[in-house]
Structures are given as C-alpha cells and as structure tokens.
C-alpha cells in the first residue's frame, strides 16, 4: 500500500529560547547561577553513566549517600511539535502488500500489529531524516546493551514514537491514522523498517 509517514519534531521557533535583556542583573548574578547550578548537580558526572548502566532509570545516588533524580529543565516557551513526511510503502508482517481493508480491520481490532515500512527516501524531508536518523541511533544503542541486559531489559527501554500516516481508500478520500506506540523491531538495508505498532486509531487532519 502506497502511502506517506509523518515523524513528529520539535518546531523550534525564533522566540523559544528568547528572554528579556535583564534576565541577569550583572555578570556576579550569572556567576552565582552558574556556581549553584554546579553544585546542585555535580555528582551527575560521576554517577548517571554507571547508575543507567545498572537499569536504575534517571537515579543517582549522590556521595552524600542520599539518592536523587534527574530534574528536568523548564523552557521559556511551550515546545511545538510539528510533523516531517516521508512517501512510504507498507508491507504485512507476511511480507506482502498491505491493503485498505486490512489496515482498517487491523485499527479496529485495536490490537498490536507488525508492518514493514518500505521508505522512498529521495521524498523524504530534512526533519524526517534528521528524527529517523535519531530514532535509529537509539534503538541501535539499545540493541547493543540487550546482549548484556536480556530481551525484556531490550523491549522495556526500546524508544518508543508516536507516528502518523495517511493513504486513499478505495474512494480516493485520504485516510489519515495516528500510529501509537512503535517501536523498531529491525532495519533493512536502512531503508525498510520493521515495525512494532501497539495501537491504531483514525483522526481528522
């Protein structure tokens, strides 16, 4: 089946990270700043790599003893995301031609399915290839570690994103499905991807 893939990305604005002139009073408050910063989280360094390597998550436990987490930090402006497209084919987990029907049946069944997406990467765009090229990187880290960690520690911290794709049914009317839940099960050929879909639902563009 003939159709398009979006991957969402983060559209970046020219006043997302803009703040006023005075967000500093002086060159001793950035300092000061800086200085509290580091103190507040200088056992990162030495500790986040080993904790994640020992599948602790975002703790670490710091050399006072006490065990702390990862904060996150806060934008001066809400992300936007926006979504990059790519032209598609899309195969069933038997390797043959997906149809209309089928992927309908599939959504409604609301149970997890298994697609080859073949990519037309000479449509793809900027966005898309920069988030797949990410996407791919992670699982490829993940794939790494399953060896030393087991397939459950694998499926568990597998990056997981939230597709969209759109097709024409039988009609000719375009059918747009938001692809919830995917995660790389392989990489052919870094072309066709193998995909692990939990959930498929219709929506209006």
């Known amino acids: 089946m003939n159709a398009k893939i979006y991957l969402p990305y983060i559209n970046y604005g020219d006043d997302l990270f803009s703040m006023n002139n005075d967000y500093y009073s002086d ?19 030495t500790n986040s790599v080993l904790d994640m390597m020992e599948g602790h998550g975002n703790l670490y436990s710091g050399t006072d003893g006490n065990t702390y987490s990862f904060g996150q930090s806060t934008q001066q402006a809400e992300e936007k995301y926006s979504y990059a497209k790519c032209d598609c084919t899309i195969f069933n987990e038997e390797g043959e031609d997906e149809s209309v029907d089928s992927i ?4 409604v069944r609301q149970q997890p399915v298994v697609y080859m997406v073949e990519l037309d990467r000479d449509t793809s765009e900027e966005e898309f290839e ?34 969209k794709v759109s097709f024409q049914n039988k009609k000719g009317d375009t059918i747009y499905m938001m692809l919830n839940g995917c995660r790389i099960l392989d990489i052919v050929d870094g072309t066709s991807y193998i995909l692990y879909i939990d959930k498929m639902e219709m929506f209006n563009n």
């Open 104 to 107: 309908i049946s599939n959504m």
């Open 27 to 45: 060159s001793n408050s950035y300092i000061d700043a800086m200085t509290d910063d580091y103190n507040r989280n200088k056992d990162i360094v």
């Open 130 to 163: 920069e988030e797949l090229r990410a996407w791919s990187n992670d699982h490829n880290g993940i794939n790494q570690y399953k060896v030393f960690k087991g397939e459950e520690w694998g499926w568990m911290n597998e990056p997981v994103r939230n597709l």
